[in-house]
């Protein structure tokens, strides 16, 4: 029998990679969220990745009785404390205008010189499974991805601060490279692979849902 994976996420960008990293695993269907009909919105007021994360998973599912994954993630970036953070999405000041986003970084940057503009993309994952072997527990991965911020877009593949995000060991930026290459070196994709072994084990003591 086939599990049901809800993705708690509406950004479709997100939902490609996760389908992109889960499509082989055996006995499992992901779905969006946007397949369940009307939700309620989960508000994202936590200080931190993993209090947001822990809030999508369980909000989410205790509305839909389903397995759920949850993630929240962002950019780090060092000259700026550490900000975006988890405002990234909304760091402009509306929630997922890439544009005026990539925009206000790259004003916010515009002084700070070649070799110190380091930055990583960190993701945290959450499953929440309320009517399965997790009960009220969750399960949680983290995912991190080294790199620097370019002075302009580069790209248009990927989305958030993909095009103004060069990773480590690559002359390409994340929304240049071949999404099945940011596939295998992204923050998502990194935190995903250890979730994969989570769920494969999970999926096999887990009742059909």
């Given amino acids: 029998m086939t599990t049901n994976l809800v993705l708690a996420t509406k950004n479709p960008g997100k939902v490609r990679e996760f389908r992109a990293l889960f499509w082989d695993l055996p006995r499992l269907r992901v779905q969006a969220l946007d397949e369940l009909g009307k939700l309620p919105d989960v508000v994202e007021d936590g200080k931190t990745f993993e209090e947001n994360a822990i809030k999508k998973a369980r909000e989410i599912a205790a509305a839909t009785g389903m397995l759920v994954l949850a993630d929240d993630s962002g950019l780090e970036v060092d000259a700026l404390g550490g900000?975006?953070?988890?405002?990234?999405?909304?760091?402009?000041g509306r929630q997922g205008n890439d544009e005026a986003n990539n925009d206000k970084l790259l004003a916010e940057l515009a002084h700070v010189p070649d070799g110190q503009r380091r930055?990583?993309?960190?993701?945290?994952?959450?499953?929440?499974?309320?009517?399965?072997?997790?009960?009220?527990?969750?399960?949680?991965?983290?995912?991190?991805?080294?790199?620097?911020?370019?002075?302009?877009?580069?790209?248009?593949?990927?989305?958030?601060y993909d095009p103004l995000f060069k990773p480590d060991g690559h002359d390409l930026s994340m929304a240049e490279l071949p999404p099945?290459?940011?596939?295998?070196?992204?923050?998502?994709?990194?935190?995903a692979a250890k979730m994969r072994a989570f769920l494969g084990e999970y999926l096999t003591k887990r009742a059909p849902g």
């Fill in 83 to 92: 900000r975006p953070g988890v405002h990234s999405a909304r760091y402009a």
């Fill in 180 to 191: 099945e290459e940011k596939n295998t070196i992204s923050h998502r994709a990194s935190a």
């Fill in 119 to 160: 930055a990583r993309f960190r993701v945290v994952l959450v499953l929440a499974d309320p009517n399965g072997p997790l009960g009220d527990d969750v399960h949680i991965e983290e995912g991190v991805c080294e790199g620097e911020i370019l002075r302009g877009r580069r790209g248009t593949d990927g989305f958030g």
